[in-house]
Protein backbone atom coordinates (compact mmCIF):
# COMPACT_ATOMS: atom_id res chain seq x y z
CA UNK A 1 0.00 0.00 0.00
CA UNK A 2 2.85 2.51 0.17
CA UNK A 3 6.25 2.32 0.17
CA UNK A 4 7.18 4.06 2.94
CA UNK A 5 13.39 10.99 7.88
CA UNK A 6 16.95 11.41 7.11
CA UNK A 7 17.12 12.25 3.76
CA UNK A 8 16.61 9.96 0.67
CA UNK A 9 18.05 10.22 -2.90
CA UNK A 10 16.07 10.13 -5.90
CA UNK A 11 15.76 7.00 -7.65
CA UNK A 12 18.32 6.03 -10.53
CA UNK A 13 15.66 4.50 -12.48
CA UNK A 14 13.94 6.46 -14.85
CA UNK A 15 16.52 9.44 -15.48
CA UNK A 16 15.98 13.42 -14.94
CA UNK A 17 12.16 14.57 -15.97
CA UNK A 18 12.01 16.50 -18.83
CA UNK A 19 12.71 19.95 -18.37
CA UNK A 20 13.67 19.40 -14.86
CA UNK A 21 16.76 22.00 -13.79
CA UNK A 22 19.80 21.15 -11.41
CA UNK A 23 18.22 23.31 -8.96
CA UNK A 24 15.12 21.52 -8.42
CA UNK A 25 16.92 17.98 -8.71
CA UNK A 26 19.24 19.13 -5.68
CA UNK A 27 15.76 20.09 -3.72
CA UNK A 28 14.48 16.76 -4.57
CA UNK A 29 17.68 15.28 -3.21
CA UNK A 30 17.49 16.59 0.08
CA UNK A 31 13.78 17.16 0.40
CA UNK A 32 13.21 14.60 2.50
CA UNK A 33 14.93 16.28 5.30
CA UNK A 34 11.86 18.13 6.40
CA UNK A 35 13.84 20.81 7.82
CA UNK A 36 11.40 23.62 8.68
CA UNK A 37 8.38 20.92 10.38
CA UNK A 38 11.24 18.96 11.86
CA UNK A 39 10.66 19.72 15.52
CA UNK A 40 6.69 19.41 14.69
CA UNK A 41 7.50 15.93 13.49
CA UNK A 42 9.54 14.76 16.47
CA UNK A 43 6.45 15.93 18.65
CA UNK A 44 4.54 13.98 16.51
CA UNK A 45 6.60 10.81 17.11
CA UNK A 46 6.41 11.55 20.76
CA UNK A 47 2.47 11.38 20.52
CA UNK A 48 2.53 8.21 17.93
CA UNK A 49 5.19 6.21 21.11
CA UNK A 50 2.67 7.80 23.95
CA UNK A 51 -0.10 6.19 22.20
CA UNK A 52 1.30 3.04 22.20
CA UNK A 53 3.18 3.20 25.20
CA UNK A 54 0.07 1.63 27.64
CA UNK A 55 0.73 -1.67 25.59
CA UNK A 56 5.05 -1.80 26.24
CA UNK A 57 4.59 -4.52 28.97
CA UNK A 58 2.45 -7.03 27.36
CA UNK A 59 3.72 -6.35 23.85
CA UNK A 60 7.43 -5.01 24.20
CA UNK A 61 9.32 -7.11 20.99
CA UNK A 62 5.92 -6.12 18.70
CA UNK A 63 6.22 -2.09 19.68
CA UNK A 64 9.55 -2.37 19.39
CA UNK A 65 9.75 -3.96 16.01
CA UNK A 66 7.41 -1.01 14.98
CA UNK A 67 10.42 1.51 14.64
CA UNK A 68 11.74 -0.15 11.93
CA UNK A 69 8.51 0.32 9.92
CA UNK A 70 8.38 4.08 10.46
CA UNK A 71 10.61 4.94 7.57
CA UNK A 72 10.75 8.41 5.50
CA UNK A 73 7.80 10.05 8.33
CA UNK A 74 6.14 11.19 4.74
CA UNK A 75 2.71 11.25 5.35
CA UNK A 76 3.09 13.26 8.61
CA UNK A 77 5.48 15.33 7.20
CA UNK A 78 2.94 15.83 4.34
CA UNK A 79 -0.10 16.80 7.34
CA UNK A 80 2.84 19.66 8.61
CA UNK A 81 4.78 21.03 5.42
CA UNK A 82 0.80 21.92 4.53
CA UNK A 83 0.22 23.46 7.43
CA UNK A 84 3.28 25.81 7.51
CA UNK A 85 2.77 26.44 3.95
CA UNK A 86 -1.00 27.05 4.71
CA UNK A 87 0.30 29.87 7.71
CA UNK A 88 0.88 28.02 10.40
CA UNK A 89 1.04 24.74 12.48
CA UNK A 90 -0.89 24.27 15.58
CA UNK A 91 -1.02 21.87 18.21
CA UNK A 92 -3.87 19.58 16.23
CA UNK A 93 -1.42 19.07 13.38
CA UNK A 94 0.66 16.95 15.46
CA UNK A 95 -1.96 14.77 16.78
CA UNK A 96 -3.45 14.46 12.84
CA UNK A 97 0.24 13.36 11.71
CA UNK A 98 0.61 10.66 14.87
CA UNK A 99 -2.70 10.15 13.85
CA UNK A 100 -2.06 9.50 9.82
CA UNK A 101 1.32 8.15 10.67
CA UNK A 102 -0.32 4.90 12.68
CA UNK A 103 -3.21 4.35 9.94
CA UNK A 104 -0.30 3.65 7.19
CA UNK A 105 1.76 1.51 9.35
CA UNK A 106 -1.04 -0.04 10.11
CA UNK A 107 -1.94 -0.87 5.81
CA UNK A 108 1.85 -1.66 6.11
CA UNK A 109 1.50 -4.61 8.41
CA UNK A 110 -1.62 -6.01 7.14
CA UNK A 111 0.22 -5.60 3.43
CA UNK A 112 2.94 -7.62 4.85
CA UNK A 113 0.31 -9.97 5.40
CA UNK A 114 -1.49 -10.02 1.87
CA UNK A 115 1.54 -10.39 -0.25
CA UNK A 116 3.01 -13.12 2.07
CA UNK A 117 6.24 -10.97 2.19
CA UNK A 118 9.53 -11.56 4.46
CA UNK A 119 10.95 -8.08 4.42
CA UNK A 120 10.23 -4.31 5.20
CA UNK A 121 12.76 -2.22 4.91
CA UNK A 122 15.58 -4.74 5.69
CA UNK A 123 14.28 -6.76 8.30
CA UNK A 124 11.75 -9.09 8.75
CA UNK A 125 7.95 -8.73 8.66
CA UNK A 126 5.83 -9.01 11.51
CA UNK A 127 4.31 -11.81 9.56
CA UNK A 128 7.92 -13.28 9.02
CA UNK A 129 8.53 -13.39 12.86
CA UNK A 130 4.60 -13.09 14.98
CA UNK A 131 2.67 -15.24 11.88
CA UNK A 132 -0.18 -13.57 10.13
CA UNK A 133 -2.84 -13.69 13.40
CA UNK A 134 -0.64 -11.49 15.45
CA UNK A 135 0.17 -9.28 12.72
CA UNK A 136 -3.82 -8.97 11.58
CA UNK A 137 -4.30 -7.86 15.42
CA UNK A 138 -1.76 -5.37 15.67
CA UNK A 139 -2.64 -3.30 12.50
CA UNK A 140 -6.38 -3.74 13.76
CA UNK A 141 -4.79 -2.26 17.17
CA UNK A 142 -2.88 0.69 14.61
CA UNK A 143 -6.38 1.73 13.39
CA UNK A 144 -8.14 2.15 16.36
CA UNK A 145 -6.01 4.26 18.06
CA UNK A 146 -5.23 6.36 14.79
CA UNK A 147 -9.35 6.65 15.29
CA UNK A 148 -9.34 7.97 18.81
CA UNK A 149 -6.93 10.10 17.91
CA UNK A 150 -8.42 12.14 15.71
CA UNK A 151 -11.63 12.20 17.55
CA UNK A 152 -9.67 14.46 20.24
CA UNK A 153 -8.80 16.65 17.20
CA UNK A 154 -12.52 17.47 16.06
CA UNK A 155 -15.29 15.48 14.16
CA UNK A 156 -14.14 16.75 10.79
CA UNK A 157 -11.38 15.17 11.37
CA UNK A 158 -12.66 12.14 12.28
CA UNK A 159 -14.84 12.17 9.57
CA UNK A 160 -12.40 13.19 6.51
CA UNK A 161 -9.88 10.38 8.56
CA UNK A 162 -12.24 7.60 8.43
CA UNK A 163 -13.13 8.27 4.68
CA UNK A 164 -9.66 7.88 3.53
CA UNK A 165 -9.60 4.47 5.24
CA UNK A 166 -12.62 3.59 3.75
CA UNK A 167 -11.03 4.16 0.66
CA UNK A 168 -7.65 2.68 1.42
CA UNK A 169 -9.54 -0.85 2.47
CA UNK A 170 -12.36 -0.76 -0.30
CA UNK A 171 -8.63 -0.25 -2.46
CA UNK A 172 -7.31 -3.21 -1.51
CA UNK A 173 -10.05 -5.12 -1.32
CA UNK A 174 -10.50 -4.67 -4.78
CA UNK A 175 -7.01 -5.50 -5.69
CA UNK A 176 -7.80 -8.73 -3.51
CA UNK A 177 -10.49 -9.53 -5.65
CA UNK A 178 -8.94 -8.84 -8.89
CA UNK A 179 -6.31 -11.06 -8.29
CA UNK A 180 -6.20 -13.35 -11.56
CA UNK A 181 -7.68 -11.33 -13.63
CA UNK A 182 -5.20 -11.16 -16.83
CA UNK A 183 -7.63 -8.71 -18.12
CA UNK A 184 -7.60 -5.53 -15.94
CA UNK A 185 -7.81 -2.74 -17.62
CA UNK A 186 -5.87 0.78 -16.93
CA UNK A 187 -9.34 2.44 -15.78
CA UNK A 188 -9.74 -0.97 -12.88
CA UNK A 189 -5.73 0.08 -11.77
CA UNK A 190 -5.94 3.70 -11.30
CA UNK A 191 -9.32 2.52 -9.25
CA UNK A 192 -7.52 0.41 -7.36
CA UNK A 193 -4.23 3.17 -6.30
CA UNK A 194 -6.78 5.98 -6.26
CA UNK A 195 -7.92 3.98 -3.26
CA UNK A 196 -4.93 2.02 -1.83
CA UNK A 197 -2.11 4.44 -1.41
CA UNK A 198 -3.38 8.21 -3.21
CA UNK A 199 -6.62 8.55 -0.29
CA UNK A 200 -4.44 8.73 2.52
CA UNK A 201 -1.96 11.34 0.74
CA UNK A 202 -4.86 12.90 0.03
CA UNK A 203 -6.21 13.10 3.58
CA UNK A 204 -2.75 14.32 4.78
CA UNK A 205 -3.28 17.30 2.05
CA UNK A 206 -6.62 18.12 3.22
CA UNK A 207 -6.27 17.60 7.02
CA UNK A 208 -3.44 20.02 7.03
CA UNK A 209 -4.59 22.66 4.71
CA UNK A 210 -8.54 23.32 6.83
CA UNK A 211 -6.44 22.71 10.70
CA UNK A 212 -4.30 25.69 9.46
CA UNK A 213 -7.58 27.66 8.48
CA UNK A 214 -7.46 27.64 4.54
CA UNK A 215 -10.08 27.96 2.75
CA UNK A 216 -12.59 25.10 1.19
CA UNK A 217 -10.73 26.02 -2.46
CA UNK A 218 -7.10 26.09 -0.87
CA UNK A 219 -7.71 22.76 1.00
CA UNK A 220 -9.55 20.87 -2.03
CA UNK A 221 -6.16 22.14 -4.22
CA UNK A 222 -3.95 20.77 -1.72
CA UNK A 223 -5.91 17.42 -1.40
CA UNK A 224 -5.69 17.09 -5.02
CA UNK A 225 -2.29 17.19 -4.52
CA UNK A 226 -1.69 14.61 -2.19
CA UNK A 227 -4.09 12.36 -4.23
CA UNK A 228 -2.19 12.98 -7.65
CA UNK A 229 1.39 12.96 -5.06
CA UNK A 230 -0.54 9.12 -4.16
CA UNK A 231 -0.97 7.73 -7.45
CA UNK A 232 2.70 9.02 -9.02
CA UNK A 233 4.15 7.31 -5.72
CA UNK A 234 2.19 4.27 -6.17
CA UNK A 235 3.14 3.84 -10.17
CA UNK A 236 7.15 4.09 -9.06
CA UNK A 237 6.59 1.56 -6.38
CA UNK A 238 4.75 -1.10 -8.95
CA UNK A 239 7.95 -0.40 -11.27
CA UNK A 240 10.18 -0.97 -8.59
CA UNK A 241 8.84 -3.88 -7.81
CA UNK A 242 8.90 -5.10 -11.50
CA UNK A 243 12.37 -3.59 -12.04
CA UNK A 244 14.10 -2.73 -9.07
CA UNK A 245 16.71 -4.59 -6.78
CA UNK A 246 15.22 -6.16 -3.26
CA UNK A 247 18.62 -4.17 -1.64
CA UNK A 248 17.96 -0.83 -3.27
CA UNK A 249 14.02 -1.37 -2.59
CA UNK A 250 14.30 -2.89 1.12
CA UNK A 251 11.40 -5.22 1.05
CA UNK A 252 10.56 -8.24 -0.55
CA UNK A 253 10.08 -7.82 -4.46
CA UNK A 254 8.35 -9.28 -7.42
CA UNK A 255 5.32 -10.12 -5.53
CA UNK A 256 2.78 -8.78 -7.78
CA UNK A 257 3.91 -11.07 -10.50
CA UNK A 258 3.75 -13.80 -8.35
CA UNK A 259 -0.07 -13.16 -7.04
CA UNK A 260 -1.24 -12.26 -10.46
CA UNK A 261 -1.47 -8.50 -9.92
CA UNK A 262 -1.18 -6.59 -12.51
CA UNK A 263 0.24 -3.53 -12.54
CA UNK A 264 0.53 -0.67 -14.86
CA UNK A 265 3.29 -1.67 -16.75
CA UNK A 266 2.01 -4.92 -17.31
CA UNK A 267 -1.33 -4.26 -17.95
CA UNK A 268 0.52 -1.61 -20.89
CA UNK A 269 2.21 -4.58 -21.92
CA UNK A 270 -0.65 -6.78 -22.56
CA UNK A 271 -2.45 -4.87 -24.46
CA UNK A 272 0.23 -3.80 -26.70
CA UNK A 273 1.64 -7.25 -27.73
CA UNK A 274 -0.13 -8.62 -30.52
CA UNK A 275 -2.98 -10.61 -29.13
CA UNK A 276 -1.44 -14.40 -29.43
CA UNK A 277 1.73 -13.05 -27.55
CA UNK A 278 -0.43 -11.45 -25.22
CA UNK A 279 -2.49 -14.78 -24.50
CA UNK A 280 0.95 -17.07 -24.11
CA UNK A 281 2.11 -14.36 -22.13
CA UNK A 282 -1.29 -14.56 -19.85
CA UNK A 283 -1.32 -18.03 -19.78
CA UNK A 284 2.59 -18.24 -18.32
CA UNK A 285 1.59 -15.37 -15.44
CA UNK A 286 -1.52 -17.46 -14.68
CA UNK A 287 0.92 -21.12 -14.38
CA UNK A 288 3.64 -18.81 -12.67
CA UNK A 289 6.38 -20.40 -15.57
CA UNK A 290 9.95 -20.71 -15.16
CA UNK A 291 11.51 -17.57 -15.81
CA UNK A 292 8.44 -15.98 -15.52
CA UNK A 293 10.53 -12.38 -14.19
CA UNK A 294 13.04 -12.71 -17.41
CA UNK A 295 10.17 -13.20 -20.03
CA UNK A 296 7.69 -10.20 -18.53
CA UNK A 297 10.76 -7.71 -18.62
CA UNK A 298 11.37 -8.62 -22.43
CA UNK A 299 7.90 -8.18 -22.83
CA UNK A 300 8.08 -4.95 -21.48
CA UNK A 301 10.94 -4.07 -23.15
CA UNK A 302 9.28 -4.89 -26.50
CA UNK A 303 6.37 -2.58 -25.88
CA UNK A 304 8.09 0.20 -24.26
CA UNK A 305 6.01 -0.12 -21.11
CA UNK A 306 8.42 0.19 -18.40
CA UNK A 307 8.92 4.02 -20.21
CA UNK A 308 5.26 4.42 -20.82
CA UNK A 309 4.55 3.84 -16.62
CA UNK A 310 7.28 6.33 -16.34
CA UNK A 311 5.79 9.02 -18.35
CA UNK A 312 2.23 8.33 -16.27
CA UNK A 313 4.28 8.66 -13.09
CA UNK A 314 5.82 12.09 -14.15
CA UNK A 315 2.24 13.44 -15.72
CA UNK A 316 0.74 12.92 -12.04
CA UNK A 317 3.67 14.45 -10.48
CA UNK A 318 3.42 17.56 -12.69
CA UNK A 319 -0.16 17.64 -11.92
CA UNK A 320 0.49 17.51 -8.08
CA UNK A 321 3.06 20.12 -8.58
CA UNK A 322 0.62 22.04 -10.59
CA UNK A 323 -2.23 21.90 -6.97
CA UNK A 324 0.27 24.23 -5.25
CA UNK A 325 0.21 27.56 -7.47
CA UNK A 326 -2.39 28.11 -4.46
CA UNK A 327 0.36 29.12 -2.34
CA UNK A 328 2.37 31.44 -2.02
CA UNK A 329 6.18 31.00 -2.24
CA UNK A 330 7.89 29.67 0.76
CA UNK A 331 10.30 27.01 1.72
CA UNK A 332 7.91 24.10 2.48
CA UNK A 333 5.95 24.73 -1.04
CA UNK A 334 9.18 24.05 -2.48
CA UNK A 335 9.53 20.83 -0.25
CA UNK A 336 5.93 19.89 -1.59
CA UNK A 337 7.03 20.46 -5.17
CA UNK A 338 10.53 18.48 -4.31
CA UNK A 339 8.13 15.62 -2.52
CA UNK A 340 6.31 15.65 -5.79
CA UNK A 341 9.76 15.12 -7.86
CA UNK A 342 11.50 12.57 -5.61
CA UNK A 343 8.08 10.26 -5.35
CA UNK A 344 8.91 8.92 -8.89
CA UNK A 345 12.73 9.24 -8.61
CA UNK A 346 13.35 7.61 -5.77
CA UNK A 347 15.00 4.04 -4.95
CA UNK A 348 13.07 3.10 -1.27
Known amino acids: ?186 ADYFAIIDGKTAALTECCGRLGALHAGASEAVAGNLANFGRNLGLAFQIADDLLDLVGTEDAAGKTLGTDLEQQKLTLPVIHCLHRLPPAEAAKLRDAIHAGAEGLGLRVLHALEKTQSVAYAKRKAEEFARAAKAELECLPRSECRTILEAVAEWSIRREK
Not at 50 to 78: C, E, N, S
Not at 101 to 115: F, G, N, R, S
Not at 136 to 151: E, P, R, V, W
Open 1 to 186: MGTAMATVSPATSGGTAPGADPTHRTAAKSALAFSPVAADIAEAERIFDRTLAPHKGPFGPLIDHLRHYRGKRLRPALVLLVAKACGKVVPAHHTLAAAVEMIHTATLVHDDVLDEADMRRHVPTFNANWGNKVSILLGDMLFTHAFHLTSTVDVRACQIAGDATNRVCAGELRQMTERGNLELSE
